[in-house]
């Protein structure tokens, strides 16, 4: 009988070591494999916000000027296209440039003075009309596939803005402001403010602002199409889209462009006004984004000391005076 006792008690003791064992071991694997699903859980509302990445900071394209091929002969004329709305950036990095390389002019647009929006500026330096381009949004996949790759140089807000007499005095989320670019919300009083309906002014379609907004707030999707009280502009040019806003349009640029101006007014969207430099910073507000300087893989000497020139700290001072944040 002991010896019965005994083995019943040593098998016990080692099916208790063994479901000791299997218990650790489903404890160990439970938590190396949830941490990611710890991560991911909450409210409905912060998965939302990570797919859509509407207050997320925008990735940043980053190249290494280094890398640069400079066996190209120097231009005698440096020429640049693109962005409208960042037009008081390159002027402030044109200055710059002239201080440092006075024998070298450069040139802003085709004609000079006429910057001809981010998407045909990129395409005139992939047909080797210009030296250089200034975009105000991340290269697509076809642009560097072309051999360009994107110079990331300073951080910029787009600002929404509405005529200056607008009867809505509140502000808008990142949903209400998609819905009135896809058409959805047609009426001031469907966003709590009187009975108007909205006129939504779109920018060109040879903008890098206008690629940017529908993939920051409309997450890529098309916008509303031309019709009724929705329309887009032809040349890519701010000052004419804020003139047409009266009082009961809408419309956005960069919030360098707009937060000086006496017609209009800014709307804060999720409660954050663009003004706010911490929460573009940080991206807390959600049409922050990067602009870039884009250049050819193989270019020339001028064309990476340029480059390199808004990079450096005189360069980004020349930034920060334009009213940009520094990305240094």
Known sequence: MATKSKNRETLILVLALLITSGVLGLALWYFQLFPKVIQNTGSPN??????????????????NLASLDTSLPNPNVLTIDGSVTIITLVKQLQIAHNVANPYLPTTYGLPD??????????????????????????????????GLVGVPIARDALAVAVGINNPYQGELTIEQLRGIFQGQIT???????????????????????????????????????DGGNFSTVEQDETTPILRALGNDGISYSTVTQIENQKTVRIIPING?????????????????????????????????????LAKSPPGQQAIQRAGFIPLQ
Do not use: H
Not at 46 to 63: K, L, T, V
Not at 132 to 142: C, D, H, I, V
């Open 46 to 63: 912060q998965i939302n916000n990570e797919q859509s990445s509407d207050s997320q900071p925008q990735p940043i394209q980053s190249f």
């Open 113 to 146: 003075g006429r910057p001809n929006g981010t998407n045909a500026g990129l395409k005139n330096l992939i047909d080797g009309k210009v030296l250089m381009a200034a975009s105000s949004r991340p290269l697509n996949s076809s642009e560097l596939q072309a």
């Open 187 to 225: 009426d001031w009083s469907e966003v709590g403010g009187p009975k108007l309906p909205i006129k939504v002014i779109n920018r060109s379609r040879d903008s890098g602002t206008r690629t940017f907004f529908q993939e920051a707030v409309l997450s890529g999707q098309p916008f509303a199409p």
């Open 272 to 308: 954050i006004s663009p003004t706010d430099k911490i929460a573009v910073e940080n991206g807390t507000y959600p049409i922050s984004r990067v602009v870039y300087l884009a250049v050819p893989r193989k270019t020339s000497p001028a064309v990476k000391q340029f480059a390199d």
